[in-house]
């Protein structure tokens, strides 16, 4: 689910990109380091796999398919710094190339997806694939994609686009149903992959404890229950944050948020840029 | 494919086309930021947006019907969200959704559409986009439509093996393999491309033999547009 431009509030926007910005920066810096050249064509190709790999269709129910969305899959591929820079590649070349989702809702979708998604995907892996292989591949299929979606659905809501509960509801339960797709195909496409060779599929690095697994799982699941079972709770946000009551009259005030907004965009990721260089260099 | 015809489109030489990619990058910018801070009940000011895009479709000497169309492409999603709010009881706003959408996917595809995609890529490394994230989206967009393609053949190749009326299983099965042989295929290409690359010297980036410059037209542009799209957000 790609938001395109014109959904989303100036305060969402502006403060996702503030979020995304300087967040693919660091991991793009982290993601240089770990990799020799010949993985930069490696993580081009994959990124052009999980494109490429969209168009194949799995048929899931009577009459209906299910593609692959690839967060997860990749992660457990390159790597989750990796991944999210693959992610990010994607869906900013969806955005310019082919109208599919905003520019400047990038910021949302790279958080949503390439962050988030990215995160939810690989956390399960990383956890529990000691354990519980098959179930953790395909918990994080799960998440990634309920994640993704769910995150997507709470920043339409908190920009002041009214859904009736109703509709927030069968959404949530087709959201839920998509992820489900998504766990099956990743798990389906991981062990069709090792079957090719074993050493594609990245093992997962160090064991934590199963509590932090879980707790970190649960603030997902929270997360999620947050946006789609309290939306009188965001409807307040929305109205505190200004979403569309108080502020309409005062334009000004909306176009200078704006243009503040990506100035400090901008001011972010150079600082950080800077930092970063210098830090390395020193 | 369809991104043949964006890509062809840009190589153009009307005088949108041959404005730096840096001035077109940010007059888009300013753009998109004067629509989305529009209110939903102004109606002229996006009006006003359209005439602006219209007037920059014609100056570009783009086939109208065609960018059009493709704008076109975000109405679905946008109008289901446009109907749910319609019912939600806010008449303004879907029908803002939708106007908004479609005339931001419009100016991002009139601004792709006239600037060659290693200038777009070079403009985005010049505004500070990591110089890693760029060479992965390079390398992206330069194999996305090589396996696409490889991905339709095998798709074409398993329907003439087994048709389409196979049990569910089968074709989910087959599907998984497809995916298996399209990963191991792409695993192999990227290999070779790196061999390829260190044999011709690659040392972790590109080079363009072309140096950008801002020519005075340039600037010139950049503040007509912006100054073009912030009056029309204001006035009207």
């Known amino acids: 689910m790609h938001i395109p431009d014109g959904f989303l509030s100036p305060p969402v926007w502006v403060t996702l990109d503030l979020v995304s910005a300087p967040a693919v920066a660091i991991l793009a810096r982290r993601a240089q380091q770990g990799t020799d050249t010949s993985r930069i064509p490696l993580l081009g190709v994959m990124g052009a796999f999980v494109f490429a790999a969209q168009m194949i269709n799995f048929p899931v129910g009577p009459g209906t398919s299910g593609h692959l969305v690839g967060g997860a899959l990749l992660s457990m591929v390159v790597g989750p710094t990796a991944a999210a820079i693959v992610m990010t590649a994607i869906l900013a070349i969806q955005a310019f190339v082919f109208q599919d989702g905003g520019i400047m809702a990038l910021g949302a979708n790279v958080f949503n997806m390439a962050l988030a998604g990215v995160l939810a995907g690989y956390l399960p892996y990383r956890l529990w694939s000691r354990q519980w292989r098959s179930a953790a591949i395909f918990a994080g299929g799960f998440l990634s994609v309920l994640t993704s979606a769910c995150l997507a659905l709470a920043q339409l809501l908190l920009s002041g686009v009214r859904m009736p509960p109703k509709i927030i509801w069968i959404s949530t339960a087709l959201f839920a149903i998509g992820a489900l797709i998504e766990g099956a195909i990743t798990l389906a496409a991981v062990r069709a992959i090792e079957r090719l060779n074993p050493a594609w599929i990245i093992a997962p690095a160090g064991g934590r404890s199963r509590v932090v697994g879980l707790a970190a799982v649960g603030a997902v699941v929270a997360a999620v229950l947050f946006a789609s079972t309290a939306p009188d709770a965001i409807e307040r946000l929305t109205r505190t944050m200004g979403g569309e009551t108080a502020t309409e009259s005062i334009w000004l005030y909306r176009v200078a948020a704006g243009l503040g907004g990506l100035v400090l965009i901008y001011v972010a990721c150079t600082v950080i840029g800077r930092y970063l260089a210098r830090q390395r260099s020193a | ?236």
Do not use: C
């Open chain 2, 1 to 236: 494919m369809h991104h043949v015809v964006v890509e062809r489109w840009s190589r153009g030489s009307s005088p949108l086309h041959t404005r730096d990619a840096r001035s077109k990058l940010g007059a888009l910018l300013v753009f998109l930021i004067a629509v989305s801070t529009t209110s939903p009940r102004a109606q002229f000011a996006i009006a006003g947006y359209a005439a602006l895009l219209l007037a920059a479709l014609f100056a570009a000497r783009l086939p109208l019907v065609s960018v059009l169309t493709r704008a076109a492409l975000v109405l679905p999603f946008s109008a289901t969200f446009a109907l749910i709010t319609w019912w939600a009881g806010d008449p303004a706003r879907a029908i803002s959704l939708a106007e908004k959408s479609f005339l931001s996917g419009l100016a991002v595809l009139l601004t792709i559409a006239t600037t060659p995609w290693n200038d777009l890529v070079h403009a985005l490394g010049w505004m500070g986009v990591p110089r890693f994230l760029l060479l992965v989206i390079q390398f992206v967009y330069r194999y996305l439509f090589v396996i696409s393609e490889q991905a339709q053949h095998m798709r074409l190749a398993a329907i003439s093996r087994e048709g389409t009326r196979r049990a569910r299983n089968v074709r989910f099965r087959a599907a998984t393999g497809a995916v298996g042989v399209l990963f191991a295929r792409s695993w192999e290409r990227a290999e070779g491309i790196h061999r390829a690359m260190l044999a011709r010297g690659f040392t972790g980036h590109f080079l363009s033999l072309e140096r950008p410059h801002f020519h005075a037209a340039d600037i010139v542009f950049f503040f007509a547009a912006a100054t073009a799209a912030v009056a029309v957000r204001m006035a009207l």
